[in-house]
């Protein structure tokens, strides 16, 4: 179980998120401004992730990240109604984990949420396994169908990242910021050429790859 602070000035929005993540049994904590968000934050060490909406009085969501990273690492996934790259990209570079756009699956905003707790918790698996693949992250081995596969560090990284994140519609961006870290100015190119070259080299098996147009991947089996 994790404490969530879900930080949104719309009372339902912050009603939907709190129910799905109370059934996963998180504890949700509410914010309804920037303010009251900042002020929970930085009177309350049990915390352990932050839903920061954009969009708040008092102090928008640009704000309140860039005043608690000067003291805190905390988690942050960013809800916003805008989906331009700048937006995204200037999210990233504040220190922002996952980004998404609403409106919103409520159940993907939840697997992410679930995602992100276990990648920073360390509590993922050392061996993943879906549709005939399987990465050994310990050994840094990736059989497929059980014959080894030779991936580079970022194709394996890549695989990895797909593989913890199953069913999830994954921008370019996102990918960038979780495989590359977000202080890789590369170009979002860079994904394209690592996800044909992995496809590849896993056969078959690249169709669980899928290309979401104009956004980016999603790895289904």
Do not use: C
Request: no cysteine; hydrophobic share 40%; net charge negative.
């Amino acid at each position: 179980m994790a404490v969530i602070l879900v930080a949104d000035d719309e009372p339902r929005m912050r009603k939907l998120v709190k129910d799905f993540l109370v059934k996963e049994g998180h504890q949700v904590l509410e914010a309804g401004d920037g303010e009251e968000a900042v002020d929970r934050i930085f009177n309350s060490n049990s915390i352990d992730l932050l839903i920061l909406d954009v969009m708040m009085p008092k102090m928008d969501g640009w704000e309140v990240l860039s005043t608690i990273r000067g003291y805190s690492k905390l988690p942050v996934i960013m809800l916003t109604a805008r989906s331009e790259e700048r937006d995204e990209l200037k999210g990233f570079n504040l220190g922002v984990d996952e980004y998404i756009t609403k409106p919103f699956s409520p159940k993907v905003l939840v697997a992410r949420v679930n995602a992100l707790l276990r990648r920073i918790s360390g509590d993922s698996p050392d061996i993943i396994s879906a549709g005939g693949i399987e990465l050994n992250k310990t050994a840094h081995i990736v059989t497929v169908d059980g014959k080894s596969v030779d991936l580079s560090v970022k194709e394996f990284e890549l695989l990895q990242y797909f593989l913890e994140n199953q069913g999830i519609a994954l921008s370019r961006e996102v990918i960038l910021n979780n495989v590359w870290n977000y202080n890789y100015y590369g170009d979002a190119r860079t994904i394209d050429t690592h996800v044909k070259k992995l496809r590849a080299k896993i056969g078959e098996k690249g169709s669980y790859i899928q290309t979401i147009w104009g956004m980016g991947y999603k790895f289904s089996v």
